[in-house]
C-alpha cells in the first residue's frame, strides 16, 4: 500500500489520487486507533504515509484536499490512551487577582486555623507554569506511570510518552518507596519557535500558543512524535507518598530537587502577604525574559501540617492560591452580533471580531455577556464603561485573563462608523422564534421554547454525555449534534434505545459516514456500560438550571437514592411544607437551587422525560463517603456556640468529611448538637427536642480515630 515513486516523477493527476488514497488509508487508520485497540498499521508506517502525503502537498499545494490527512496532526483524541484513576485527585487552584485578595487569602486561612494576626504564617511562592500538569509515578525508585489530570479524578496514561522528556528522572535514588510527584509540563518560547517552524515546513498547521503546543506534543499516541518534541517538567507537588518528603512545602521542593527534578529557581519562602506581593512582583519584572510562559504566581501555606487541616474544598485546596498576572488586552474591530442559546434558554451575545492576537492567542469571539452589558451598564443597572454602548463596527478592546472566554472592555467612540446603530437586543429566540422573556431581577433573556428549542435540546443533550454527566466514550458534543439533527436522538432516553432503533434494521449506526462495524458495536457497548450509574451523576446531568456537579453531590448524599429524592421533591413541589424545608435545611442549597429543582420536576414535559430515562437506567444509590469506622457518618450535626478547639469552618469540613451533614438550624431531624460557650436557644431547642447535647471535648472524642 505505500507508494514509493519518487515524487517528481507524479503527475499531478497521479499526486491527486495518491493524496486521495492516503487521506482514506490515514483517516481508516486513525479511526481505528481510536475506536479500537487494536490499529490497522504499524505507529512506523503510519508516520511514513503521514510523512508522504505531506510531501505531496509540498510539491502540489494546490491539490491539498479538504479532509486532508495533515490536519490531523496534534491533538490526538483522547481515546486513544488507556485512562488512569489518581489516587490522590488532581486539583485545580482558587485565583486571586488583586494585592487584596491576597490579603484576604491571609485572612480567611488564619479565620480557618484561628490564628491571630500577629503569630507567624508562611507561605512558598513561585512562579504558575502555563503548562499542563502531569503525575508521575515511581515504584522503589524506578519511573512506572505518567498520567495527565484530566477531569482530577482520571487522567489519561501517558507514561511512554513522559519517558522521552529529559527533566523526568527514570530512576530516583533514596526516593520514598511510593512516590507521586506532580508538575508542569511545557514548552519553552524557542522550542515553540522552531518547532512552528518545522511544522510549517512540513504543510502542518502551527500551534497557537506553547501550552497548546506542550498539549498536542504529550498527548500524542506515537511517543517518537512527542520524543521529537521538546518538552520540559517542573515538579511543584505530589500525591500519594510511602513516607513524607519534609515537614514543609519549600524544603518538600528542595527534596524533590535533590531527587534529580527540575524545580523553578524563583521558589521562595515568604512570610506574609506583604513579602509574597513584593515577590510577586520580581517575578512579574522577569516574566518576560523567563523564557517559558507563566501567568501567575502560586501561594502555598508551607507548614503541611497546617496544610492538612486547611484541607480542600470541591476542586480546589484551601492552602494554596494562583495570583494571576493581569489580563492582555488588545484592540480589533467588532463585526458582528451573533446570539447563541444556551442548556437553560439562555441568549447569549457572541462578538465576532476580526481576528486579533491577545497574548499570544488569536481571537476572534468574544462574550458580551448580554443586553446591559451591551447597553453600558453592569447586573446592579449602573453605569460601565462610561455608559459606552458596543455597536457592530465599533472599535472594541478585547481582553483575556488565563483560560477566562475573552471580554469585549472597552470601545473607542472617536473610531465608531457614523452609520452604526445601538443594538436591539432580541425578543425572540432565533432558534426556536419561541418568545425570549427577561424575567425581573435576571439580567439575562430566555428563551421560553424548553425543548421545543432546537438549541436548547441540543445543548442539553451535550451537557449530559460531557464528562461530569455521563461521559460515554464515543458519544460527545459533534456525535450528539449529528444526530440530533438526523432525528435519532431527541432527548437523553434516546441515547439508551440507540443500539433497538440504529444497532439492525434498514437504517444502521454502523453504515453512517465516519462509522464502521466496530465503532458503533463500541459505542453500544458504551453506552450500556452507563446504564448503571450514580445519582449525583444522574442528577448532574439533567441540566437543571442552579443545579451544578456540586449541588448535585450534596443533593444525592442528602437524599441516598433516587426513588428518595423524587418523592422529597413531589412533596416540595408547592415551596412550602416539611420537605421543602428539608431541602433548604442542606448546607450549600439555596431557595433559588431548590426552586429550579423542583419547579423541574414538577414541569410535565420535562418529568415525562426524566421518567422515561429514569426507568432506562439502574441508579445507584448515593456514593458513601468512606467513612468506614465513622461514628458520625450520615448523622445531621449543629454547631452552635464558641469553639475552642477549632474553628467553626475547621470543624464542618471535618465533620463533613467524616460523612456527617452540618445543619445550621435544629430540628426534630438533627442528631446530634455541639454546644461551645455561649450556645444560646439551639441548645436549648435540641434540649426540648431531645436531641442529644454534647460539647466540644465529647465530639472530638466521638470523631477521634474515625
Ligand atoms: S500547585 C493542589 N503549583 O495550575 C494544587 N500548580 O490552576 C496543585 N500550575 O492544575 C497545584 N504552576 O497545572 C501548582 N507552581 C505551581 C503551578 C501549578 C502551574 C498549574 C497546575 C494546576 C493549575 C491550577
Given at each position: 500500500m505505500?507508494?514509493?515513486?519518487?515524487?517528481e516523477?507524479?503527475s499531478a493527476?497521479d499526486?491527486?489520487?495518491?493524496?486521495a488514497?492516503?487521506?482514506?488509508?490515514?483517516?481508516?487508520?486513525n479511526n481505528?486507533y481510536?475506536t479500537a485497540?487494536?490499529?490497522?498499521?504499524?505507529?512506523?508506517?503510519y508516520?511514513a504515509?503521514k510523512?508522504?502525503?505531506?510531501?505531496?502537498e509540498?510539491?502540489?499545494?494546490e491539490?491539498?484536499?479538504s479532509?486532508?490527512?495533515?490536519e490531523?496532526?496534534?491533538?490526538?483524541?483522547?481515546?486513544?490512551?488507556?485512562?488512569?484513576?489518581?489516587?490522590?485527585?488532581?486539583?485545580?487552584?482558587g485565583?486571586?487577582?488583586?494585592?487584596?485578595?491576597v490579603a484576604?487569602?491571609?485572612?480567611?486561612?488564619?479565620?480557618?486555623?484561628?490564628?491571630?494576626?500577629?503569630?507567624?504564617?508562611h507561605?512558598t511562592?513561585?512562579?504558575k507554569?502555563?503548562g499542563?500538569?502531569?503525575?508521575l509515578?515511581?515504584?522503589?525508585?524506578?519511573?512506572?506511570?505518567?498520567?495527565?489530570?484530566?477531569?482530577?479524578?482520571?487522567?489519561?496514561?501517558?507514561?511512554a510518552?513522559?519517558?522521552?522528556?529529559?527533566?523526568?528522572?527514570?530512576?530516583?535514588s533514596n526516593?520514598?518507596?511510593?512516590?507521586?510527584?506532580?508538575?508542569?509540563?511545557?514548552?519553552?518560547?524557542?522550542?515553540?519557535?522552531?518547532?512552528?517552524?518545522?511544522?510549517?515546513?512540513?504543510g502542518?498547521k502551527?500551534?497557537?500558543n506553547p501550552?497548546?503546543?506542550?498539549?498536542?506534543?504529550?498527548?500524542?499516541?506515537?511517543?517518537?512524535?512527542?520524543?521529537?518534541?521538546?518538552?520540559?517538567?517542573?515538579?511543584?507537588?505530589?500525591g500519594?507518598?510511602?513516607?513524607p518528603?519534609?515537614?514543609?512545602q519549600?524544603?518538600?521542593?528542595?527534596?524533590l530537587?535533590?531527587?534529580?527534578?527540575?524545580t523553578?529557581?524563583?521558589t521562595?519562602?515568604?512570610?506574609?502577604?506583604?513579602?509574597m506581593?513584593?515577590h510577586?512582583?520580581?517575578?512579574e519584572a522577569?516574566?518576560?525574559?523567563?523564557?517559558?510562559d507563566?501567568?501567575?504566581?502560586?501561594?502555598?501555606?508551607?507548614?503541611?501540617?497546617?496544610?492538612?487541616?486547611l484541607?480542600f474544598?470541591?476542586?480546589?485546596?484551601r492552602?494554596a492560591?494562583?495570583h494571576?498576572?493581569?489580563a492582555?488586552?488588545?484592540?480589533?474591530?467588532?463585526?458582528?452580533?451573533d446570539?447563541q442559546?444556551?442548556?437553560t434558554?439562555?441568549?447569549?451575545?457572541?462578538?465576532?471580531?476580526?481576528?486579533?492576537?491577545v497574548?499570544?492567542?488569536?481571537?476572534s469571539?468574544?462574550?458580551?455577556h448580554?443586553a446591559?452589558?451591551?447597553?453600558?451598564?453592569?447586573?446592579?443597572?449602573?453605569?460601565?464603561?462610561?455608559?459606552?454602548?458596543?455597536?457592530?463596527?465599533?472599535?472594541?478592546?478585547?481582553y483575556r485573563?488565563g483560560?477566562?472566554?475573552p471580554?469585549?472592555?472597552d470601545?473607542?467612540?472617536?473610531?465608531?462608523?457614523?452609520?452604526?446603530?445601538?443594538?436591539?437586543?432580541?425578543?425572540?429566540c432565533?432558534?426556536c422564534?419561541s418568545?425570549?422573556?427577561r424575567?425581573?431581577?435576571?439580567a439575562?433573556?430566555?428563551?421560553?421554547?424548553g425543548m421545543?428549542?432546537?438549541?436548547?435540546?441540543?445543548?442539553?443533550?451535550k451537557?449530559?454525555?460531557s464528562?461530569?454527566?455521563?461521559?460515554?466514550?464515543?458519544?460527545?458534543?459533534?456525535?450528539?449534534?449529528?444526530?440530533?439533527?438526523?432525528?435519532?436522538?431527541a432527548?437523553?432516553?434516546?441515547i439508551?434505545?440507540l443500539?433497538?432503533?440504529?444497532?439492525t434494521?434498514?437504517q444502521?449506526?454502523?453504515?453512517?459516514?465516519?462509522?464502521?462495524?466496530?465503532?458503533a458495536?463500541?459505542?453500544?457497548?458504551?453506552?450500556?456500560?452507563?446504564?448503571?450509574?450514580?445519582?449525583a451523576?444522574?442528577?448532574f446531568?439533567?441540566g437543571?438550571?442552579h443545579v451544578g456537579e456540586q449541588?448535585?453531590n450534596?443533593?444525592?448524599?442528602h437524599?441516598?437514592?433516587?426513588?428518595?429524592l423524587v418523592?422529597a421533591?413531589?412533596?416540595?413541589?408547592?415551596k412550602s411544607?416539611?420537605?421543602?424545608?428539608?431541602?433548604?435545611?442542606?448546607?450549600g442549597?439555596?431557595?433559588?437551587?431548590?426552586?429550579?429543582?423542583?419547579a423541574?420536576?414538577?414541569?410535565?414535559?420535562?418529568?415525562?422525560?426524566?421518567?422515561?430515562?429514569?426507568?432506562?437506567?439502574?441508579?445507584?444509590?448515593?456514593e458513601?463517603?468512606?467513612?468506614?469506622?465513622?461514628?458520625?457518618?450520615g448523622?445531621?450535626?449543629v454547631?452552635?456556640g464558641?469553639?475552642?478547639?477549632?474553628?467553626?469552618?475547621?470543624?464542618?469540613?471535618?465533620?463533613?468529611?467524616?460523612?456527617?451533614?452540618?445543619?445550621?438550624?435544629?430540628?426534630?431531624?438533627?442528631?446530634?448538637?455541639?454546644?461551645?460557650p455561649?450556645?444560646?436557644?439551639k441548645a436549648?431547642?435540641?434540649?426540648?427536642?431531645?436531641v442529644d447535647?454534647?460539647?466540644?471535648?465529647?465530639?472530638?472524642?466521638?470523631?477521634?480515630g474515625?
Open positions: 505505500t507508494a514509493t515513486r519518487p515524487i516523477s507524479l493527476e499526486a491527486a489520487d495518491e493524496l488514497t492516503l487521506a482514506k488509508i490515514l483517516h481508516d487508520a481505528a481510536h485497540d487494536s490499529p490497522k498499521i504499524s505507529d512506523a508506517d508516520d504515509l510523512r508522504r502525503n505531506a510531501d505531496i509540498t510539491r502540489f499545494p491539490l491539498k484536499r479532509d486532508s490527512p495533515t490531523i496532526v496534534g491533538a490526538a483524541p483522547a481515546d486513544g490512551f488507556s485512562k488512569v484513576t489518581h489516587a490522590q485527585r488532581m486539583l485545580s487552584l485565583n486571586a487577582f488583586t494585592d487584596e485578595d484576604e487569602f491571609d485572612v480567611s486561612i488564619r479565620k480557618y486555623l484561628g490564628l491571630t494576626a500577629d503569630q507567624p504564617l507561605y511562592a513561585e512562579p507554569i502555563d499542563l500538569s502531569l503525575s509515578r515511581y515504584e522503589n525508585g524506578q519511573f512506572v506511570q505518567a498520567a495527565t489530570r484530566g477531569d482530577g479524578q482520571t487522567g489519561e496514561n501517558v507514561t510518552n513522559a519517558r522521552t522528556i529529559s527533566d523526568i528522572p527514570q530512576t530516583l526516593a520514598p518507596d511510593i512516590l507521586e510527584v506532580r508538575g508542569e509540563v511545557y514548552m519553552s518560547h524557542e522550542d515553540f519557535a522552531a518547532l512552528n517552524t518545522r511544522q510549517a515546513e512540513a502542518g502551527p500551534f497557537a501550552r497548546n503546543a506542550a498539549a498536542g506534543s504529550l498527548r500524542q499516541l506515537d511517543s517518537l512524535v512527542t520524543a521529537a518534541r521538546p518538552l520540559r517538567f517542573f515538579a511543584y507537588a505530589w500519594v507518598l510511602s513516607d518528603l519534609a515537614e514543609a519549600f524544603d518538600a521542593i528542595g527534596r530537587k535533590a531527587l534529580g527534578f527540575q523553578n529557581p524563583l521562595a519562602l515568604c512570610h506574609g502577604p506583604d513579602d506581593i513584593a510577586y512582583q520580581k517575578i522577569q516574566r518576560a525574559a523567563l523564557g517559558y507563566i501567568d501567575g504566581v502560586v501561594y502555598k501555606v508551607n507548614a503541611l501540617d497546617l496544610q492538612g487541616r484541607g474544598r470541591s476542586t480546589t485546596p492552602w492560591i494562583a494571576k498576572f493581569p492582555e488586552l488588545a484592540w480589533t474591530w467588532l463585526e458582528a452580533i446570539i442559546v444556551g442548556r434558554g439562555a441568549l447569549s451575545p457572541v462578538a465576532r471580531l476580526n481576528p486579533v492576537t497574548g499570544g492567542v488569536v481571537v469571539n468574544a462574550t458580551l448580554n446591559d452589558y451591551i447597553a453600558g451598564r453592569d447586573n446592579k443597572g449602573e453605569t460601565i464603561r462610561e455608559g459606552k454602548d458596543i455597536r457592530v463596527g465599533d472599535w472594541v478592546q478585547v485573563a483560560d477566562v472566554i471580554k469585549v472592555a470601545v473607542d467612540l472617536s473610531k465608531r462608523p457614523s452609520d452604526a446603530v445601538a443594538f436591539e437586543f432580541p425578543e425572540i432565533p432558534e422564534q418568545p425570549a422573556l424575567e425581573e431581577g435576571d439575562v433573556h430566555r428563551c421560553t421554547g421545543i428549542c432546537p438549541a436548547q435540546a441540543v445543548e442539553k443533550l451537557h449530559f454525555v464528562r461530569a454527566a455521563f461521559d460515554i466514550e464515543g458519544l460527545g458534543a459533534k456525535q450528539v449534534e449529528q444526530f440530533y439533527s438526523d432525528q435519532w436522538i432527548e437523553p432516553n434516546d439508551f434505545t443500539k433497538d432503533r440504529y444497532g434494521g434498514l444502521q449506526l454502523k453504515n453512517r459516514e465516519g462509522w464502521g462495524e466496530k465503532s458495536d463500541n459505542l453500544f457497548q458504551a453506552i450500556e456500560d452507563k446504564r448503571t450509574i450514580g445519582l451523576r444522574v442528577l446531568a439533567l437543571i438550571r449541588a448535585s450534596l443533593l444525592a448524599r437524599f441516598g437514592s433516587w426513588d428518595t418523592t421533591l413531589d412533596a416540595a413541589k408547592e411544607g416539611d420537605t421543602w424545608d428539608t431541602l433548604l435545611s442542606i448546607d442549597v439555596g431557595d433559588v437551587m431548590a426552586g429550579s429543582l423542583v423541574a420536576f414538577a414541569n410535565d414535559a420535562e418529568r415525562a422525560s426524566i421518567n422515561r430515562l429514569a426507568a432506562s437506567l439502574s441508579i445507584q444509590d448515593a458513601q463517603l468512606d467513612t468506614s469506622g465513622s461514628s458520625v457518618a448523622k445531621t450535626v454547631f452552635t464558641t469553639l475552642e478547639k477549632m474553628t467553626r469552618a475547621e470543624a464542618k469540613a471535618r465533620a463533613e468529611a467524616l460523612g456527617a451533614k452540618v445543619s445550621g438550624s435544629v430540628s426534630a431531624k438533627t442528631d446530634l448538637v455541639i454546644a461551645g455561649g450556645a444560646g436557644s436549648k431547642k435540641a434540649t426540648d427536642l431531645g447535647v454534647i460539647d466540644e471535648d465529647a465530639w472530638l472524642d466521638l470523631i477521634s474515625a
